[in-house]
């Protein structure tokens, strides 16, 4: 998934303020309706591999992360069997993500205290989480949420842009806008929240420009103005320019 943000342009300067509380509720019901059942966009076979995965995601994409452990997560599916696997050969599989030294040490490590604290299982609470080696509090939301069916919302980029830019949760900071959510959010869309805002952002409300034009909850959201389709956008730079020559 993608990092938390850390500074740059401030891509939701148009919101203005938070939603109201029936807004939220509608907000989450439209996203809900149109994917009921949403999922994280990492491969993942078992709660170990996620944590894995995710591990390994800290500024890479997804569909990167899939395609270097596609192979690995067919031998490798528990934390005795990536200790087996060693950090050299850990690192063959996973060279072609940013940062893979840093992270295939990381996954080492954290598979020896699985095996050593915890009989081999991904612990489902935070602090044991956020204990091993390379996993932060984000990780550990995500493996809560996404594993363990928890109330957790992992906030990373694509959040805290939606989040600011929508009103549904503003916040200065990751965790400011985590409380702001944890707040907000209602039933019954309390675990699906996270995927819901992730998707919306990667895909809907995009950093640089958003697609307000074919987005399901553009009259809740506060950030103004609105985006206008392409063609309309590009009919109106023509037309502009037409004004300027005549
Ligand atoms: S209308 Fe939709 S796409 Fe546009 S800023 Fe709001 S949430 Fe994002």
Redesign the pocket.
Known sequence: MADAPKGGPVHYAGSAGSLKKADIFEFYRRLAEANPAPETELAYGNAYQLLVAVTCSAQSTDVGVNKATKALFEDVKTPAQMVALGLEGLKSHIKTIGLYNNKAKNVIALSEILVRDHAGEVPADRDALEALPGVGRKTANVVMNTAFGAETFAVDTHIFR?GN??GIAPGKTVLAVEKALDKKTPQPFRVGAHHWLILHGRY??KART???WR?P??DL?R?KP??APPRIQSAKVQTDTVKAVT
């Open positions: 939606v830019r929508t809907v409300c958003p697609e307000c987005c909850v553009a959201c950030f609105k985006t």
